[in-house]
């Protein structure tokens, strides 16, 4: 990208910001986008198709920053927590600082576009987990083909994650964000999370 566009992309990143938070992204225009970023409505459609798709563009850039650090978990944890623990917290914290963009994309659940980019890039850290660690799926059906095995099982969780994710939002403050990761791992199946020793019931 020449230093151009990366300005420019740089007041998109800027503007979408700003009016998510200010109101439904449904209701943001191409105009208002271009105007608060300084830019032709021409040059906003070379970046994206709609601000929905925009503001999923952004944070799913933002998302892949925070899960690439993430990238190459082990298959097993070295104690009771599981190899998710601090992905799952890195996620959370990423919604919780876009609490109020994220709340004015639900109505009642999230947007398309954002819902697809949340969920692609949580399906594409798992799937990449499996493929690193193919042993620790579950056996597989005949009659699934191991591809398809592979993608329903990511599948499942890319979406029940999202899902929990929505509902967090819904419900309340976000503050405790160690309390919302522990639930959505309990609700995990437990051959993806790698324990070492069974985790103690409180």
């Known amino acids: 990208m020449d230093p151009r566009q990366a300005r420019t992309r740089s007041a998109l990143r800027d503007a979408i910001h700003t009016l998510a938070a200010a109101k439904r ?3 943001v225009t191409v105009a208002e986008v271009s105007r608060v970023a ?3 409505r021409d040059t906003f459609y070379r970046h994206a198709a709609t601000p929905v798709h925009l503001l999923a563009d952004v944070l799913g850039e933002e998302l892949d920053e925070t899960l690439r650090a993430h990238a190459d978990l082990p298959a097993r944890s070295d104690s009771t927590l599981s190899v998710f623990d601090e992905s799952e917290r890195d996620l959370l914290r990423h919604v919780a600082e876009h609490a109020t963009i994220y709340r004015n994309s639900m109505h009642p659940r999230l947007i398309g576009p954002l ?7 949580i399906e594409q850290a798992l799937a990449h987990h499996l493929d690193r660690h193919p042993h620790i799926a579950p056996p597989r059906e ?6 398809r095995h592979v ?3 990511v599948a499942y969780a890319g979406a029940g994650t999202v899902a929990a994710i929505e509902e967090w939002l819904r419900s309340g403050d976000l503050d405790d964000i160690d309390a919302a990761a522990r639930t959505v ?6 051959w ?3 324990r070492s020793r069974p985790r103690a019931r409180a």
Do not use: K, V
């Open 115 to 121: 819902r697809d980019a949340l969920t692609e890039r």
């Open 142 to 147: 005949d009659g699934i083909t191991p591809e």
């Open 25 to 27: 992204i449904d209701q």
């Open 192 to 194: 993806w999370l790698g």
């Open 151 to 153: 993608r329903m099982l």
């Open 185 to 190: 791992i309990a609700a995990s199946p437990a």
């Open 38 to 40: 300084g830019i032709t």
